[in-house]
């Protein structure tokens, strides 16, 4: 399975209604994602499925990257994608969803940094995992530990 990592893009400092779970992109945040986005078209990343935190930034940034790579199914809401989640939380969701050939995950950190680390084999945070940044894995075993190969990384800054 191709498995895709999406962080959200720069979101405003404080919502109106002043709850973290409300601060939605910036529009510098939705132009530097857009950057990345099409770069991944262009590449041909193409998921079958989007997975998302239920975060309004994490959605906005799903909502995008449907639009752009051309994703007809409806976006999974999933709390297992919440910045305080846990990696293995975060497999069982893909798991769950592991007869799919490429999936796309939307959301947070520490939580993206911690789980792409993780997938890898390593149980440190390895990765710079910057804000609208996309991440490649290619997962051989859905098993109950995930065997990972990194297949590359994009960020606003390289797009």
């Given at each position: 399975m191709e498995l895709y990592l999406l962080r959200h893009g720069i979101a405003e400092d404080r919502a109106a209604s002043g709850r973290d779970a409300d601060r939605?992109?910036?529009?510098?945040?939705?132009?530097?994602?857009?950057k990345v986005l099409k770069r991944a078209r262009k590449a041909g990343v193409a998921p079958a499925l989007i997975l998302s935190s239920p975060l309004l930034r994490a959605m906005e940034t799903a909502r995008m990257a449907a639009g752009e790579l051309g994703c007809k199914s409806a976006i999974v809401r999933c709390d297992a994608?919440?910045?305080?989640s846990t990696p293995r939380d975060a497999w069982s969701e893909?798991?769950?969803?592991?007869?799919?050939?490429?999936?796309?995950l939307t959301g947070?950190?520490?939580?993206f940094s911690h789980t792409a680390a993780w997938l890898l084999g390593s149980t440190r945070?390895?990765?710079?995992?910057?804000?609208?940044?996309?991440?490649c894995i290619e997962c051989a075993s859905m098993g109950p530990e995930p065997r990972g190969v990194l297949q590359w990384m994009l960020t606003p800054k390289v797009c």
């Amino acid at each position: 399975m191709e498995l895709y990592l999406l962080r959200h893009g720069i979101a405003e400092d404080r919502a109106a209604s002043g709850r973290d779970a409300d601060r939605a992109l910036t529009e510098e945040g939705k132009r530097k994602l857009e950057k990345v986005l099409k770069r991944a078209r262009k590449a041909g990343v193409a998921p079958a499925l989007i997975l998302s935190s239920p975060l309004l930034r994490a959605m906005e940034t799903a909502r995008m990257a449907a639009g752009e790579l051309g994703c007809k199914s409806a976006i999974v809401r999933c709390d297992a994608l919440l910045p305080d989640s846990t990696p293995r939380d975060a497999w069982s969701e893909i798991r769950a969803h592991g007869d799919e050939p490429s999936l796309l995950l939307t959301g947070h950190e520490p939580l993206f940094s911690h789980t792409a680390a993780w997938l890898l084999g390593s149980t440190r945070a390895m990765v710079d995992f910057r804000k609208g940044a996309l991440l490649c894995i290619e997962c051989a075993s859905m098993g109950p530990e995930p065997r990972g190969v990194l297949q590359w990384m994009l960020t606003p800054k390289v797009c």
